[in-house]
């Protein structure tokens, strides 16, 4: 796959469909990379007529993954920021630059968890690049919503596992606590390992933890974003609270898709739902 040269840093990426049709740019979340958005979720919005680009975020899959010190969470819990590498403007900053690298001038963004903050921000910074947007089981950052079921809290500030059968077991375990309770993933375990074995760095991932944390509430700015919008969220996210879809929603001026029985995830059973209500929206800024 190409890699791009973007805000300082190198991204992977890959496209789907015309590229001279409407770009849409998905954006994936904490420690997960581009592959998780499943190629035949890729492929049907790209039927729907749209140029879809999926990429990692900096300290995640193949793009470049920093050489820092691991933040000091207990430090940014109490507000130093000191240790935190960067912030949620950088990494809207990267989106865009990507699309800088690609010669794109705007287009839809959607982003899923910390990806959907990451939209949230490029909408906010980069007003004249974002066509649409679109929040999926994500947060304002307002620290009373979206807030992880504290058994999950437990899970995400573990230790770090020390071997490959560890880390995916470890994974697997947080997944099955966080998935969609009604429409689990059969294949979980076999798509957790494939995404190990592409990359693994906890390192990154805790850098990005930091950002979150790190991150101001972003609530004012959205009420300001006039752009079409959607919300879409499970209604038993133990990851990020369904509050956070509300609040989200609410900031944005509008009413968030709740789906019953969904979770932290992109079960195939709802890829058609997702994808119905991404292009939707999207749709309503292109006039199709």
């Known amino acids: 796959m190409p890699q791009a040269s973007a805000n300082g840093v190198h991204l992977e990426y890959e496209t789907f469909g015309d590229p001279t049709a409407d770009p849409l740019l998905l954006i994936m979340g904490l420690g997960t990379q581009m592959t998780a958005w499943p190629v035949p979720f890729c ?66 963004i959607v982003g899923a968890s910390m990806g959907g903050m990451i939209a949230q921000q490029l909408a906010i910074d980069h007003p004249t690049r974002t066509r649409s947007l679109c929040s999926m089981m994500s947060t304002t950052g307002a620290p009373t919503v979206g807030q992880p079921a504290p058994e999950v809290l437990m899970l995400i500030f573990a230790p770090t596992p020390t071997t490959r059968e560890e880390a995916i077991n470890n994974t697997q375990h947080l997944f099955e606590i966080v998935g969609s309770p009604s429409y689990p993933t059969p294949t979980l375990h076999t798509l957790i390992a494939e995404a190990h074995d592409r990359s693994h760095t906890p390192e990154g991932t805790a850098r990005q933890l930091a950002c979150i944390l790190a991150a101001p509430d972003r609530t004012p700015a959205l009420t300001t974003i006039k752009i079409p919008a959607a919300v879409i969220h499970g209604e038993a996210d133990k990851l990020v609270d369904v509050s956070g879809g509300y609040a989200t929603a609410a900031a944005l001026g509008i009413d968030p898709l709740i789906v019953p029985g969904a979770g932290h995830d992109l079960p195939e059973e709802l890829w058609k739902t997702y994808v119905d209500a991404i292009v939707e929206n999207a749709s309503r800024a292109t006039g199709q």
């Open 43 to 108: 492929q049907a919005i790209a039927a729907a007529g749209f140029h879809v680009i999926r990429f990692d975020n900096r300290d995640s899959g193949l793009s470049t993954i920093l050489d820092t010190p691991t933040p000091d969470f207990g430090a940014i819990l109490t507000g130093d920021l000191s240790t935190v590498p960067y912030t949620m403007s950088d990494l809207a900053t990267d989106a865009a630059s990507l699309l800088d690298a690609l010669s794109i001038p705007t287009a839809h």
